[in-house]
């Protein structure tokens, strides 16, 4: 039992409530260099040779993170105090700098210098307001930190105080301290390279000399001032601000929306003026426009700047993914339509910014003569919503036709767009690794091999069911059964091998699902458990968690139970053969019987379901055929859904809802479960106009009802049926995991499948969430006890967050991916195919075409004229039409049109969609 | 509650009567006084008082608040007193409530002035924020831990010396006004402000025992008196507040005498509790940013 | 919330297993029979013995033990927040019953039989711990008033937060919705008396953050019998022995 040696109060006053903590100071904090003499160095992580060692200060911390982790930079002290400051001030930097110093290759060592009895500095009484800016940036007590390693390390070793700030490093030089800026510093290590990722700094900071101005003249006032913070508080105290985080639409950059709570509903932002400066997810103080400038707005779009065209990407899946409403359109037929009603606003101010780095390449520019080297460049960001960024670099040469990374630094008003540097090359643009890396890096994936931590938590190969397993009480032997498996290696026995709280634990967690790109697969577990360990082999004995039903020919369910297994299946079948096997009525083995048998049951299951309201829902799924040697691809087609494939599906379904109402009885509060949310109105809305435009009347009043008219919803052709379905699905949100404790009841419903409670319980090799599940299923049988982290509602909270997070990244991942591969594949094959029209626009309409699953923007007039001219909207009809009435082209029309991969500027392919003039259908 | 004999009674009586008191004091001397500021630092001041084995705190706790419509350019003080029963199994459960009540009334009329706050200790506009909108409100807790007579003087006393040793924040008034018309407060989180407390008055009480008053009697001497009078009485020698206690009359002409008296013993206890004061906050900063 | 920073030290600079610091004074009330201030960090209170003396209620007067009373307060200026609580509120009374159960469950009432005993504990700063605290500075009032007892109760609490067992909670880490498990023990006869706990703990977790508040309850008892020893020398002294 230690007891501290000295400690001192330190009065805080908040408000009016005075607050009182103790602080122990100590003597027991190491200095972390591995060649201390005086300190323990088991925790040590300075490295033994370190002539020079860094000590940081917060705004290094919080503006040059990209070169700190940088390798080049190491044996880095950093304080306690700074962490604590970059806290406060930018999370993501400090879980990135926290990274570093958890980081093993790295040497970064964390000193507590506020609970040291020698570096501990109080806050002083009477400091005039420049110390205490000064302190708000490690300041004085930096100094004092670095004057003790100094003398604690004593000559032999260089101690030297990192700072951009002016008057903190005339501090320390007076005091006796080393202390140098980023950059000259940076210059004295002799890596040109590296000055690319420095960060300009501000101008009250320590000057850069060769920093000069690209416009000095020039500069004017291009965004309002953004309101200080105390007027931010005060205006969102009487409610004349709006607080909220701005999300971008992915489709128009110039349009954005802030969900409020204080008004209940989401506010539009239009125009990059309006944003002033906010990006996708920062956190935005919002001031409602009055009512009279809100429309002459919405139309003043396309004026602003050089409006970007719309790409041909793959048709969304759902409205997650799908385009928001624009108003194009709408503003222009002027009538009165339900989004004008919608508050608008414009941004005062950011309360939090949302700044990470970015994955793009540079805009196309003329090599610049002299400048010693130095260019500024346009960086244009891959993610639509991102304004470009003006960077300086020393190797325009080498970065142009490149794909890059690059971080925002600043923005001010006189700027028209953000300042930021360069942090790292990913590899030329076009080539099929760089541009998957970019899918990668864009939805924050993380593809590196397996920790050898992670992969130390797997059991040693070959692996076998062993006799203990056998013996174990909780596990049901159910080798002797005539088990067989239909496409996915499913319900293995995951947590068997998976702990709570191992790196692999740790690891799959964050991980939260595997990831399908078009050439690769990312796993969520290492392959040996993947592939082989929980893989339901034919002819493996295998551990399992089964649920097995007890059923009336009717399909009704008369008992179900829930046991660990052993089992040896006898047959691991693809849908394919699946198939083949029920459609082959030569075939009379005992699987093919099983086969059809079940498939009988699944059918009626399946048809109570359906009654039950449940929808029928269709996307448009595109499966490529790669080239093994090349993985180009080498053919596209729509995915092919067999009886085998729902017969799987309608089983896993009912497997996931046993187990739902399983944990949820035993856990009411902590169980994970997935919901989806009813579409709402006004994301049916056009919808709704479409289908009426072609004769359709669609109940949406419950999904029971929309079922039903979908059924009705019959056209001409066969695949009209089809078309309207996978409208329909592309309205509907994705359906998200949530914990039980944190909504009620009636808000589990799952509206998709008209379930009133469901889970993820069937895929724990590629979802965490099922993992999670199995954890729970286990405990509710009392064979395993639950693991603390149940205990801890808001980590289970956070838990499903991240796997909502992830789950939705790893599905824009794998839409990236695809339309990548079908650039790639049209690259070298123009095609004539038929389309269909979705949407009408003022200057053409948008088509989908369902051979590759893609949809994109087909124009009948030259950019520019667009809503003049020969053509006329009617948006009632949702018809376009020549003036003459010759030619008109109705929303849900079938035309044929042109493909074609066309490179409007170098290093920039695109594809693009052009009517087959002679081919109206 | 002290039960004496007949004997002890006429020691403690006769002892008075000749000037040499059961602990060794004379009729007017004092105990050894001891304050400790700083003693709860949560609250904005505070102070403790021991005289002999009496043992009072003292805390004063600033909050935001209202003034009342009657004065509003005025913040409010409110003071209440606690009987620990650790200074008496009497106080158990509400059998303080009496006492801590008459205590907390007589302190009261003694530093706080008349119901429209003239005459308070402490200038109650200097609690003023925004006129008729934002005030100060004090709060002054006491707490009897330990109980040996005179606790009206101890209390006084240790109010005083936490009142000195009160800082409240500074405060700022944004410009906009709110549209519920209540000012935006910022309260600042280093500069404090510092009350003029050498108007606070002094309580000395008289203890009238047979024919002679004591000052700072025990309980055992409270128990033999005949009625006491308390005086409160500033630096300047004005009487802020009196008040008689017990059931036996006195002449009006022995009233006056005790209170001259008793101004003359406040100045001693004046300059006797100031010095006390100033070496406790001494102390205080000292083992503070030791 | 982080409240154990990756290089193991908490809000306040101790390591997950240290107390706060430890402060007992003997003789605070000079008026009563036994007396001690205990301060564990921020959280301070007095506590005064009365007795053995005669029973006041004769009602509740026992002819084979002592009858031994407690009530525990709170001072209006104990919080950060001031509140005027109302004497014998359900806390104070819950309190109260459990520092009697403790303190009856050491003294040795057969030997005072038909007479009282009171404890009454008074809380000057509450910062976490506050029921720990009042029973060890009850427990060094008994010995200060010479009541005999078979063995000193001492007691400390012990929480479970970010994953880690940590000792002595303060207020902040107290209020930060984790498990509190305040454990009583006679000291040298290394009984349990007092356990409580709110929330919720796997079992094992449980078993050793209350073995952690018992390591707790121990260290407190070597310092109250030095505090106890110290005294008695003191009084010696004085003495002249």
Not at chain 2, 86 to 91: G, S, W
């Given at each position: 039992m230690l007891q501290s040696k000295s400690f001192v109060r330190k009065t805080k006053g908040g408000k009016v409530l005075k607050v009182v903590r103790e602080h122990y100071l100590r003597d027991d904090i190491y200095c972390g260099a591995s060649f201390c003499k005086a300190c323990d160095s088991s925790t040590a992580r300075l490295s033994s040779t370190a002539a020079t060692i860094l000590i940081v200060d917060t705004n290094v911390v919080l503006n040059q993170i990209d070169l700190l982790e940088n390798p080049a930079i190491d044996d880095v002290v950093v304080l306690s105090v700074v962490l604590e400051e970059v806290k406060n001030k930018n999370l993501g930097v400090y879980n990135r700098v926290r990274a570093l110093c958890s980081n093993s290759m790295r040497k970064f060592f964390v000193f507590s210098n506020e609970y040291h009895k020698d570096t501990y500095v109080k806050a002083m009484a009477g400091e005039s307001p420049n110390d205490r800016n000064d302190r708000g940036n490690g300041g004085s007590a930096i100094r004092v930190a670095a004057q003790w390693y100094q003398n604690h390390l004593g000559q032999g070793t260089h101690v030297l105080l990192i700072t951009n700030d002016k008057e903190n490093k005339r501090k320390a030089t007076e005091e006796g301290i080393f202390a140098e800026t980023v950059e000259s510093y940076v210059k004295s290590l002799g890596l040109p390279g590296l000055l690319d990722l420095l960060v300009h700094p501000s101008s009250e900071d320590v000057g850069m000399e060769d920093v000069e101005d690209l416009r000095p003249l020039k500069r004017k006032v291009i965004y309002t001032e953004h309101k200080p913070m105390s007027e931010i508080t005060s205006g969102l105290h009487r409610g004349i601000y709006h607080q909220g985080k701005l999300r971008v639409n992915r489709y128009n950059p110039f349009e954005a929306y802030v969900g409020s709570e204080s008004i209940g509903d989401e506010i539009i932002v239009y125009g990059r003026a309006n944003m002033n400066r906010a990006f996708d997810g920062d956190i935005v103080a919002v001031e409602l426009l009055p009512q009279d400038q809100r429309h002459e707005k919405s139309l003043s779009i396309a004026d602003e700047e050089d409006e970007e065209e719309e790409d041909v990407h793959l048709a969304p899946s759902s409205a997650d993914a799908a385009p928001r409403v624009t108003n194009l359109v709408q503003g222009s037929a002027g009538d009165i339509n339900p989004l004008s009603s919608r508050p608008s606003g414009r941004v005062v101010g950011i309360i939090k910014r949302n700044w990470h780095s970015y994955c793009g390449s540079l805009e196309p520019m003329p090599m610049p003569a002299g400048n010693g080297g130095v260019a500024h460049a346009l960086f244009v960001s891959k993610d639509r919503r991102i304004p470009k960024i003006r960077i300086q670099t020393r190797q325009l040469g080498n970065l142009l036709d490149k794909r890059i990374i690059v971080a925002v630094d600043s923005w001010d008003c006189l700027s028209r767009y953000p300042s930021g540097h360069y942090v790292r090359t990913i590899g030329e643009i076009g080539d099929r690794d760089t541009e998957s890396e970019v899918v990668l890096i864009e939805n924050d994936i993380d593809a590196r091999p397996f920790s050898s931590q992670v992969l130390a938590c797997l059991p040693p190969l070959p692996w076998s069911v062993s006799s203990p397993d056998l013996a174990n009480p909780i596990r049901q032997d159910l080798r002797h059964l005539c088990v067989f498996s239909v496409d996915p290696p499913d319900i293995a026995d995951v947590t068997n091998f998976v702990h709570p709280g191992t790196p692999l634990d740790d690891e799959a967690a964050q991980r939260g699902t595997s990831v399908y790109l078009v050439e690769r697969r990312i796993d969520m577990l290492p392959k040996p458990l993947t592939e082989d360990i929980c893989s339901l082999r034919a002819d493996v004995e295998r551990l399992a968690f089964s649920v097995i039903w007890e059923m009336t020919p009717e399909a009704e369910i008369i008992s179900t139970r829930y046991t660990k297994s052993v089992i040896k299946s006898c047959a691991a079948l693809s849908y394919v053969e699946a198939q083949a096997r029920m459609d082959d009525s030569r075939l009379m083995d005992q699987v093919t019987t099983d086969l059809r048998n079940m498939n009988a049951l699944a059918k009626m299951m399946r048809l109570r379901r359906i009654a039950r309201g449940a929808l029928t829902l269709a996307s448009a799924e595109v499966k490529f055929q790669i080239d093994t040697e090349t993985h180009d691809p080498l053919d596209i087609g729509m995915y092919q859904i067999r009886e085998a494939n729902q017969m799987v599906e309608e089983l896993m379904l009912a497997a996931n809802v046993s187990v739902a109402e399983k944990i949820l009885k035993h856990f009411p509060l902590c169980s994970l479960l997935r919901r989806h949310p009813s579409p709402t109105k006004e994301i049916l809305e056009p919808l709704l106009r479409t289908a009426a435009a072609v004769g359709i009347d669609l109940d949406v009043t419950s999904s029971k009802a929309l079922a039903d008219s979908l059924d009705r919803a019959v056209g001409d052709d066969p695949y009209f049926n089809k078309l309207i379905r996978i409208l329909v699905t592309r309205c509907m949100t994705q359906a998200v995991y949530f914990c039980s404790g944190d909504l009620s009841p009636p808000e589990f419903f799952h509206y998709g499948l008209a379930a009133a409670l469901y889970t993820h319980f069937t895929s724990p090799i590629r979802r965490y969430a099922d993992v999670i599940v199995h954890r729970l299923l286990a405990a509710s049988l009392g064979i395993y006890k639950l693991p603390d982290i149940f205990q801890d509602r808001a980590q289970l909270t956070s838990i499903s967050d991240n796997l909502n997070y992830r789950h939705r990244n790893a599905q824009m991942a794998s839409r990236a991916s695809v339309e990548l591969h079908t650039v790639i594949y049209f690259r070298k094959r123009p095609t004539d195919t038929e389309a269909r029209i979705v949407k009408i626009r003022s200057n053409g309409f948008i088509v989908f075409v369902p051979k590759y699953g893609i949809e994109g923007p087909v124009y009948l007039m030259a950019r520019g004229e667009k809503g003049g001219g020969e053509w006329l909207v009617d948006e009632q009809q949702q018809k376009v039409k020549k003036i003459d009435g010759s030619i008109s082209y109705g929303v849900l029309q079938t035309v044929r049109i042109h493909m074609e991969v066309v490179e409007p500027q170098p290093n920039r392919p695109k594809l693009q969609l052009t009517l087959d003039q002679g081919h109206v259908a | 509650m002290v039960g004496l004999s007949v004997g002890e009674k006429h020691f403690i009586q006769g002892g008075i009567a000749q000037d040499l008191r059961s602990d060794g004091r004379k009729r007017l001397t004092y105990r050894h006084i001891q304050v400790e500021t700083g003693v709860i630092p949560q609250a904005d001041g505070s102070a403790r008082v021991k005289m002999g084995a009496t043992d009072v705190i003292g805390s004063v706790k600033a909050e935001l608040g209202k003034p009342n419509p009657l004065q509003p350019d005025k913040g409010k003080v409110s003071l209440y007193v606690d009987c620990s029963p650790?200074?008496?199994?009497?106080?158990e459960g509400r059998g303080g409530e009496e006492l801590s009540t008459e205590l907390s009334a007589t302190l009261q009329r003694c530093l706080l002035g008349g119901k429209n706050g003239a005459g308070a200790g402490i200038d109650l506009s200097s609690l003023s924020i925004v006129e008729g909108k934002v005030c100060w409100d004090l709060y002054i807790d006491c707490l009897v831990v330990s109980s040996d007579g005179n606790l009206l003087d101890a209390l006084g006393a240790a109010i005083k010396a936490a009142l000195s040793n009160t800082g409240i924040p500074k405060v700022q008034v944004a410009a906009a006004v709110s549209s519920d018309g209540q000012p935006e407060v910022d309260v600042s989180d280093e500069e404090f402000l510092q009350f003029d407390t050498s108007g606070v008055p002094v309580i000395v009480t008289l203890t009238k025992v047979g024919r002679h008053y004591i000052v700072d009697a025990t309980s055992e001497e409270e128990s033999q008196m005949s009625s006491a009078v308390s005086v409160s009485i500033n630096r300047e020698g004005r009487i802020c507040g009196l008040t008689k206690r017990g059931g036996a009359g006195l002449d009006p002409s022995i009233v006056l005498d005790m209170i001259s008296v008793a101004k003359h013993v406040s100045e001693q206890l004046i300059n006797k509790l100031d010095s006390e004061i100033a070496a406790a906050e001494a102390c205080e900063e000292e083992s503070g940013h030791g | 919330m982080e409240y154990v920073s990756p290089e193991g030290l908490r809000l306040d600079g101790r390591r997950p297993m240290e107390m706060r610091q430890l402060r007992a004074e003997i003789g605070a009330v000079a008026k009563a029979d036994g007396s001690a201030v205990f301060e564990m960090g921020n959280t301070k209170v007095i506590a005064a013995v009365y007795g053995p003396r005669e029973v006041q209620n004769r009602s509740q007067q026992m002819n084979d033990q002592a009858l031994v009373r407690c009530e525990y307060s709170m001072a209006n200026?104990?919080?950060g927040d001031r509140r005027r609580k109302p004497k014998g509120d359900r806390r104070s009374t819950e309190i109260s019953l459990v520092i009697r159960q403790s303190m009856e469950a050491c003294i040795l009432t057969h030997l005072m039989p038909r007479s009282q005993i009171d404890i009454f504990v008074q809380v000057l700063q509450a910062d976490g711990g506050t029921r720990s605290a009042c029973i060890n500075a009850a427990t060094l009032a008994l010995a200060d008033a010479g009541i005999p007892m078979r063995d000193l109760v001492t007691s400390c609490s012990a929480g479970y937060l970010n994953t880690t067992p940590l000792l002595d909670l303060n207020y902040v880490e107290d209020s930060a919705g984790g498990p509190d498990v305040t454990v009583g023990i006679l000291s040298k006869l290394d009984n349990v008396t007092l356990l409580q706990m709110d929330a919720k703990l796997p079992m094992d977790t449980f078993e050793n953050v209350m073995q952690l508040a018992i390591e707790g309850c121990k260290a407190v008892a070597n310092y109250i019998r030095e505090v106890l020893q110290e005294n008695t020398k003191q009084l010696e002294y004085r003495r002249g022995v």
């Open positions: - | 650790t200074a008496a199994p009497m106080f | 200026f104990s919080t």
